[in-house]
Every structure is written in C-alpha cells, then in structure tokens.
C-alpha cells in the first residue's frame, strides 16, 4: 500500500508544487483567444530575466531534445562546419542531432566527469579555421557537470568570432544565473520539465540578433521548428501550432512561484540544496564522480563502489520512497545521479540522505548514524552564509 508519496530526485522530470499540477487540471481555452494570449506574453516576459536577454523567445511545443533540434535546424545548412563540444550524453546527442541534418560536425571529445577546457576549444577553432557554429551543453545531467559557459564563450569569440553559439541549457536555466546577451549567446534552449517546476512538454528557445539573420539563410528543412513561424505567431498572442495549453497553465503558475521567490532566492536555494546533496553524499562515503570545481548545481553524480550491489541498493531506496537516477550510456551501473532542481527543498534533500543513510546502515556499509543528514545541513547552511551552530561554538 503506498503510505506517502515518493520522493523524486531524478534531474527531471522534476517534482510538481501543488498548485503547479492544479493548474494542469484547468478546462482548456481558445488557444486563439486574449485569455491564451495574455499568458504567453506574460511567460514570455517573466522568463527574459532568467535568460538574461532582452531578444525574443519562442515556446515550442516539445521536449527538450525537440528544442535542440529546433536550435540546429534554423541556424544551419547542410554542409556547414559545427564543433561539438561534448562533455557527456547529452552534448553526444547535440552533435547527434547536428550531424543528422548533414552538418559537417567535429566533435570535441571531453574526458566524462570535467567540463569543457577553454584552451582546448579555442585551439580547435584556430587548427581548422571556418565553423559556421560551437554546440555547448551548459549543464550536463549525465555526469554533473556545470560547464563555465561565459569563459567557454570568450574563447569562441576571441577565435571565431562570427561563429553561432548554440547552447543547450535544458536542466541549467531557470536553476542557476544566465546572461545570454552579456556572454554574446546566440541561441539558448530549456525545458519545462527541469527547474521551471512544470511537466514535460515545452521547449524555450532564445534567439539572439545574429541567429534571427541567420535565420534567413539556413537551408535545413523545417517546419513545425521553424522559429520565425514562432516569433510572428507569438507577437499576434499565438502559437503557430496548437500548443500543449496544460503545461502552458502549469508553467506560467510555476513562474509566478519563482516571482514570489525572486530569483535571487530560487539560485540560493538551488545553491543551497547542491552543497547539501554533495556534502551528505560525500559523509556517506560515495565519491563524487564530476571534478568539484565545476560541480553542477542542480544535478549530483556519485560513483557507485565496487563491493555495492547498486540494483539490490536502489530497489531498496524506492520501497523506502526515494527515486534516484541511475547512469546513462557508458556510466550504467557505475554512477547514480540525485536531482536537486525545480521545486526542490533543503527537507527533501535532507530526506534522501535519511532514506540513502538507513539503507546504507542495513547492508553493512561502515558509516556514522546520522552523519549525512548533519553535513547535509551543515553545507546548506554555508552556503546560505549562515555559520552552523557546530561552527559558531567553535569559533568562540
């Protein structure tokens, strides 16, 4: 019988709020109406700040693979040279997606766990002059990375300075700052379904001036992902399509959530809930598997240890309620991943180290009781600027 609800801390989907999945039970609207067109202007508006841009963003009707698609397809023609820098699953599937419409993609391989080295990138531009476009993943859910976007950027553009920069910030935007327009972005892609608390079913696309021109010149085909159909619709109050009006709902409610919050209070408590995850993680005795110097802010990788059988462990964690996320790709089996992004609360997170603490206990592993929930709480405290009890009585 289930006696609670599970506690999901996968890196998306993420979580609900209660009134975020009431939202989703609205009757639907006339997606041509005023009603319909005053809350795409309103998302639209409320999500400029968290992209850091004044340029304009279109809402697509797709998952967050189905943005990055968009992204390529708009800015690109068959042919055209693309580096893709790949720090992990994802950034594989950008370049994936590049190299599917006929691009002519390099791909930059980077060592799974680090993120991208600036040095590298840009003496890959200067060895082999010319790419018409960069793909960088911002934040890499499969290993934990947080790549340092605006000094990747500064290298481009130190090198190849007409080059598109595409980034994928699918489960980065809305978690962490962003300054599209100040790092000289070109197009910027999230979904609903990661810190904007919403389901799956949305993607949002930022364009800068550079790619709109762009725009007019690419050559591979599109037509559901065509961004300027999207633009002209959207400044009529529109969609060019019908658009998936329940996550619209629960978006535009997730984002009067984070109004209310402020956006320096969503970034503190994303911030807050990673330096919990890490350090009760850390206590546990499980490695963390990202290099700690770009450590990701809303997703934590650790390396499961050779005596654990990580099936038996997991299976045990889910009859106990918490949901974690296993490794992709090359990583099955050898990593776990705890999401802390969206709705996530310093409580939730101090749950999961109880639950990853007692089943730890019960098969034998060599831990203090308590110990993972205390560095758990010690951390979100430091890294709210607040001095734990234990530190303060220290000092005196």
């Known amino acids: 019988m289930d006696r609670f609800e599970p506690n999901l801390r996968i890196p998306g989907p993420t979580a609900l709020p209660p009134t975020v999945r009431e939202a989703g039970a609205r009757q639907m609207i006339n997606h041509r109406g005023p009603e319909f067109a005053a809350m795409l202007e309103r998302i639209l508006s409320s999500m400029k700040p968290f992209f ?29 040279r693309v580096l893709a820098v790949s720090i992990g699953s994802f950034g594989d599937r950008f370049a994936k997606i590049a190299r599917a419409y006929g691009a002519d993609v390099t791909k930059l391989e980077v060592e799974w766990g680090q993120a991208a080295n600036p040095a590298e990138i840009r003496s890959a531009l200067e060895l082999a002059p010319g790419y018409r476009a960069v793909l960088l993943t911002h934040n890499e859910t499969s290993t934990g990375v947080m790549n340092p976007i605006p000094v990747l950027a500064a290298a481009i553009r130190e090198v190849a300075p007409d080059a598109l920069i595409l980034v994928d910030s699918v489960s980065g935007l809305g978690a962490v700052p962003f300054e599209m327009d100040a790092w000289d972005i070109d197009l910027v892609v999230t979904g609903s379904q990661k810190a904007w608390m919403a389901a799956p079913g949305l993607a949002m696309i930022a364009a800068s001036p550079r790619a709109w021109q762009a725009m007019e010149h690419a050559t591979m085909p599109r037509v559901y992902f065509d961004l300027r159909a999207h633009r002209d619709s959207h400044a009529a109050g529109q969609t060019p399509w019908t658009p998936a009006i329940a996550v619209v709902y629960q978006v535009d409610e997730g984002l009067r959530l984070m109004a209310a919050e402020t956006a320096v209070g969503v970034f503190a408590r994303h911030e807050a809930c990673a330096a919990a995850s890490r350090a009760g993680l850390a206590a546990l005795g499980f490695e963390l598997f990202a290099d700690q110097r770009h450590a990701s802010r809303t997703v934590t990788a650790a390396v499961v240890p050779d005596e654990l059988e990580w099936k038996a462990f997991n299976a045990e964690l889910k009859r106990r309620g918490l949901v974690l996320a296993g490794g992709q790709g090359k990583l099955t089996g050898r990593i776990f991943r705890l999401g802390h992004l969206g709705s996530v609360t310093l409580e939730e997170i101090l749950g999961a180290m109880s639950v990853l603490e007692t089943v730890s206990l019960a098969q034998g592993r060599s831990i203090r009781p308590g110990a993972a929930v205390a560095a758990a709480q010690v951390a979100a405290l430091e890294a709210s600027g607040i001095a734990s009890p234990a530190a303060a009585g220290a000092g005196a």
């Open 52 to 80: 850091g841009t004044t340029n304009d963003i279109a809402m697509l009707t797709c998952a967050g693979t189905g943005g990055l698609e968009a992204a390529v397809v708009n800015v690109l023609s068959p042919g055209d």
